[in-house]
């Protein structure tokens, strides 16, 4: 069974301040995507990274950065000089590489507000 | 617009009745995806087809849901004698096969069910 856990309900920070969202997640599986998606007030998942297990290289997009590491099952998102626009709700989720698993698992999501 | 499109954005209904929801995936997108997502929660899968057949369906789609595709382009969800347990954000998304894109979903804004 595969789970991702977001400890981090709510987070609240001024503008301009650097932010990480932490997911932690449990697979049995030797081979994984994880996912980060972005859900602001519209609704619509928006999807933001993709990574291979196999590929701990960490990425960085702008002012979006990400650091995965396998030896403590983590794939935590860092956004730098945050903008009230990051305001959103953001998701981890994992899905196993085999034939035939097509479902993510998500987890609970943390919401961040970027105050002004 | 080319993206994951959903109707109705919101249903309001009483205890009891039908309800049915439609999604339009991305043309050129073969396999689509119904989630459920409740208040502070992440989605939750529920089913996918890869064209019209339906290849998975989760524990949470009781007797009451039925998904279809029935040309393999856009689907419905439909509920039947709706419980209150049942208001919840429904998603679809859609993707390519694997071996076609790199497993990332594309999501609808969801149509949003509030049982009375």
């Known amino acids: 069974a595969q789970k991702v856990t977001q400890a981090q309900t709510e987070i609240s920070v001024v503008e301009k301040e650097d932010v990480t969202l932490d997911c932690v997640y449990e697979?049995?599986?030797?081979?994984?995507?994880l996912f980060w998606y972005k859900q602001p007030p519209s609704g619509e998942l928006v999807f933001l990274i993709r990574?291979?297990?196999?590929?701990?290289q960490n990425e960085i997009s702008g002012r979006y950065s990400w650091n995965f590491q396998k030896s403590t099952s983590s794939f935590n998102f860092t956004i730098t000089a945050s903008q009230v626009v990051d305001s959103a709700v953001y998701f981890c989720?994992?899905?196993?590489?085999?034939?035939?698993?097509?479902?993510?698992?998500f987890g609970q999501g943390t919401r961040l507000t970027i105050n002004p | 617009d080319t993206g994951v499109s959903q109707n109705p954005r919101h249903k309001i209904t009483k205890r009891g009745q039908n309800v049915t929801f439609r999604c339009d995936p991305i043309s050129e997108h073969n396999r689509l995806y119904w989630y459920r997502q409740t208040l502070g929660q992440g989605p939750e899968f529920l089913t996918y087809?890869?064209?019209?057949?339906?290849?998975?369906k989760s524990r949470l789609l009781s007797d009451r849901f039925s998904a279809e595709r029935p040309k393999g382009s856009f689907s419905t969800l439909e509920i039947q004698r709706t419980e209150q347990g049942d208001s919840a954000m429904y998603l679809c998304?859609?993707?390519?096969?694997?071996?076609?894109?790199?497993?990332?979903?594309?999501f609808g804004e969801g149509s949003r069910l509030t049982v009375l």
């Open positions: 990574r291979n297990s196999f590929d701990e």
């Open positions: 087809f890869q064209n019209e057949a339906q290849l998975e």
């Open positions: 697979t049995r599986d030797t081979t994984y995507y």
């Open positions: 998304a859609s993707s390519l096969a694997p071996g076609q894109g790199h497993g990332e979903l594309f």
């Open positions: 989720a994992l899905r196993p590489i085999i034939q035939g698993a097509q479902k993510l698992v």
